[in-house]
């Protein structure tokens, strides 16, 4: 019986720096999320502090065009923050339990032996499907971006769309470690 | 890393001990027993020199550097200690027990050294691991090198004496360091006193000194020169250091071969005396590997070499968590205890290795091995990893990583990454945990707060049975609780959550503590957002030990300038804010509790049910606000409930018009709350406009409760005098409802011209308990702007700032008008404008008048008053006048003159009236106008000049005529020859002209001519009228003569045409235009051949054709004159002939010529005449009355009637 990364948390955050959409996933072994939603935001908010720096030293030595982030920090030894950047400033944030769920033999009994880890780049297989879904929502017409991320640069509203909620929700419960990567 | 004896946690660097450089109060107090003393007679060196030396080695000390390679590859490498003349060394073996003094002077027994475990004065007797005081001993105590300091005199009469009591000493040292057993280099420095001189004698001295004691010259003896300077003072120091270093890393490296020595014997050497207490058992073989792998780790730290380092403590704690070691020990031992706390100590040593070689991701994976093994122990041996004491171990581990990392100081982490990336020896790809990239002492420290968090859970929940303390607890309690809690470097379970009224363990103090720490390092990180969380579990904890004031200084300027505010985060805004409002109300902070309670109004919260949503009641009931607090809020501070807008109709108005404008209040408050009503609402402007106050009047009619979403209300105004400002009063009812937008329409009149932007609202509420003072700026939002109209009918305004209005100066009504304007103006003619000034105003007005002509030339112009007569003149083309006063509805007149120009051009005329009312003095009023002034040429013509015949005879070569003088004036006596100047002049003017003359002017003279002109055309006595377009001719005759006879020259002769003309009406001045005409050419010495033409008065229809050839040269010409019939006409006259003309003669031959036409123009007339000697055809000039074309010369032959 082996513990395995999970998702336990996706985040969206627009250019603002403010929340668009944040869903929670539940962690093994009580399958239910790791912490409390306020203790997720205030998680997504602390990864703001690294996208900016990063970004800032990447505008000043010209790299880091993908967008992708990679490891933003490891908040301690379950959960880490990966983030994303899309050109237009939205921001995805995948935070992963890094002994989210359980497989194996025996579930529910004995101990737990100790969580594999992860590659680099692991994570671009999700991030390219947040923002295959972003741009989903974009694509709605009823859906105003500026109403989201207001151009004073204070506030938002948050994304209400159900399909979007439902995209994240199947994003965060099919990915596996191990796909795409090796 | 507290809760280890220090030694066992510091990093180990040679020690050195430097002894004679001034004198060191000694302590002989604490010394272990059987110490062995050092001493020396010589007195210490007291000398400048010697303060200086003594300074450089305390600055050498290498005990505070960072724990890398980096810092260590520098200058610094001992540990230096620094005494007076008198060191002791601790005592190599231990006494005796008294209780085991030699039965026997056979069998002595073995003595060891007074820590091990084999002396029974050891605390480590007799089966202990290892202890502090050993690694003491070696860092602290016993030095690899003694460096004595010695003066070195120069007084040559003491020299001897000198000499030999430094060779006393030398040697006495020498043989105390000997006899103690341990193998401490002794290094000797020389210090020459300043007057000695650099001589083979000191050099004898020296030799002789090193002779006596035995000392290397190289690497024992040192001798610094006299009269140093600072810098060689250092670099003596830096010497020495250099120079022993190795010799003092050999003596860690025999020390190591040593215990390597012992532990390849792999004998347990007996004890001193067997134990006598407690158990018998003895440390086993594997522990005492344990022992040797711990002091060869020590060793290779000595020396710096952190992989031998490295092996040596992997292999003892392999051995000490072995079956052998740890899991042989009883668990309720204090042995456990003590070996547990050995592989600590161990783990913490390889971590700083690994750290040592920038193996980050090895010692992270070293460091959760270590807490997984010994959680896999305590799970199976102790009592389990759900304690309170194993989180406070947890917590201690987290911390020990954080303080390992701090110290190695990583160059990385100076700058921006918060991770490290894995080191080389990591395989690229291989999966990593993302905690396995080290992370800076933040995340921790961060980490050994969760642990502490969890620590204080699990002492929360201790029963209280087990919280008694031991001395009134019955004894089967006591003993229970030893079996359940592990008190592993923790308090017991009385002190871990003490009963009410004992002291215990403060978890809050402790977690505030690790969490400032963190603090520390997330600030250096600049992460903000991360900054701020810890802050907030900060300030619970405070609250939670009920240091209010202590929470509200970290809430207070959390919650003003928190990021999530600003981003939208709106559940960590809330947190932060109930924190506030708590810790607000327990420190009597009312200023915060009304601001939080303000800003929990927003529906963006969540409901709280039980919450009243009433800023009324914010301060009821509490006893602990001293002071009515007043509170100022700005919408950028609070994500207030109150929104507002601010909307002019439209964005131009003028002074002295109304202009209307709204303020439209918004409340998103929770549905439930309570309605607020303000006192005051003032309305800031920027620019021209006066500001504006609304106070509160409660509403009359309860009609307005029941209105819908929006709610218009018009407010009249009345102006007061507020705070020295004029100010605009309205009185309406302030009271906002959840989810209303109240909007107020206000008519104010505009008094200023220029911008005008309205800048903020500010609320003002004043109640019994508080004062509360909201201002709103307004900002051009996304939103479009609405203007709200009676029963919410709204429309949207498309402005870039609906709140700003752009004023218009109050339009001139004063008008300039030009009077009889011609449709055109030409040259040569005075202009003259009538400008009329007509006053619109409802008041008198002073006007002053500017008017300026531009253009290329523009001529002075005048300009004329009539209430004053006198004109004005001034240079250039700027002209002003003062005008007067004009009466409303009356009007002026302005004469503007411009004198006649010679040339057309286009002229700028604009005119500028500067006016100010009577009614009103000071405001400067402006009317300007412009025209475009086009003068034009009237005529112009084009002219035609040909030859006559002169009727005058011409002079003859061989007559001579006296010439009779008359007077001054020349006659001429040349040539005399007649023109004929046809010019035609064509108007081009836009209306009728009458031209009253024409003339031809002669300008000028060239060649030695005399002329004058006779005017053939008659021009009628009234003028002739000429249309425009039209062309007319004038003839002149120009009669010319050369003033010599001999005189050949070509001459040429300037005339010009004038046209004086007026316009068509009455009374218009007569305008002389003058044209030019080009130079005209008379008088050639070329013969030439005229033709003239008369009728024959006698014979009807008989036409005389006269040609007359001239020869005005010198010469005899030959001419052949030929004359060809023509249909049109029969003639007589020599048809072939020739012509002979002697020089400046003329002949003329006359034919004559009955044409059969009538009424038409005959020819050509094939009239040919031919220079004989040249071959050159004559051209035939013709006269009045006939006409060239290309083929030749056409006669007129009148009609029937008139010949």
Redesign the interface.
Known sequence: MTAIPSIACLGVIGKNNNPLHITLFPSAPLNAPLRTPLQFSLLLASTLDIFESRSKSNASSGGGLSGDFGLLHAIDERLAAYGFETNTGVKFVVVVDMRGRIVGEGVGTGKVTPSVGLREGEMKLVFRAMQAAYVRLLQNPFYEPDEHSPPTGRGGKRITSRRFTEDMKRIGESWVPGVGSS | MDGYAPAYVAHNIPLLVVSGLGSQPEGKSNLPEGAIRIASEIPPVESEDGQALLRHFKDSDAGDLAWNAREYSGRNKFRVKTVGRDYYLPARYAQLPQSALPSSPLSKPALHSPLSPLSPESPLFPDGLLDSKWIEKHQEFVPSAFISFYTFTSDPKLSTLNDNQLKTDINSTKSVLSQSGYKTRQIVALLSEKSIVQSPEVEERLANIRKATGLDSKTSLFFLPPQSSPVELQAFVQTIISTIYPVCIEYYRDLSKHSRRKRNRGIVPPPTAPPTSGTSQTLSSPGWNVRYDFKLGVFAEFRQEMDAAIRSYESGYEVLLGIDVLEAIANWSPRWNEARLLADVFAIRILRCLLWNGNSTAAVRRW?SHR?RIRDFVDRRGKGSATYGWEAWEARWATIMAELIKKASFIEFAG?P??LQAEKTIPI?????????L?HPG?WY??AT?HLMARRILALSIPEEDRTPPGSSPASAIVSKAYTYDTYLCPEPHEENPLPGHRGVDHSALIIDSLKKGIVEFQQ??????L??LQ?LAANENMKREAWDEALRILRPLWQKM??R????W??VE?ISWALRKAAVQAGDGGSIVAVDWEMMNKNFTHHPNWHYDLTKSLQGLETIKTKPTVVLHEKDV?SFISTTYTFEFSEGKVGELCSSQLSVKSSAMPIAVPVTMTEVRLNFEGSLKPLVLRHQPATDERIENVGSTSLTKVPLSEIIQDGKASLLGETSLTFRPGQTTVFEFSTALREAGEGTAVSATFIMNTDLFDLEYTHKF?P??APDVWWGASSVKKRIVRLNSAAITVLPKPPKLELRFLGLREQYYTNEEIILQLEVINGEDADAIVHLDIRILGDGAPPAELKVPASNDTERENGSDLGTSIGTIASAGSTTIEVSIPSVDLPAVYDISMKATYSLVSDLETPIYRSMAMQLEVTSPFEANYDFSPRIHADIWPSLFTHVEREDVGTEVQAHGLAQKWCLTARYASFAAEDLIVEDVDVQILGMNGGIQSYTNKLTTIPEDGLKVPPKSLEEAQFEVFTQKISLDDRGTATLDVSLAIKWRREQEGTAVNTTILGVPRLLVASTEPRVLAAVSYSTKIPSMIHFDVTTENPSNHFLTFGITMEPSEKFAFSGVKQSTLQLVPLSRKTMRFRLLPSVRGEWIGPVHCVIRDRYFQKVLKIAPTEGMRVDKEGILIWVPPEDDF
């Not at chain 2, 790809?429 to 990239?437: A, F, I, Q, S």
């Not at chain 2, 990180?525 to 991360?530: A, I, M, P, T, W």
Request: charged share 30%.
């Open positions: 959760q997984d921006f918060l991770y790809g291989e999966r990593m945990l993302p905690w396995e990239y992370h995340y961060r980490l969760r990180k600049n992460q903000s957002r991360f701020q969380e907030l990021s999530y600003r981003e939208g985060w559940n960590a947190e994500n900002e939002t996304t």
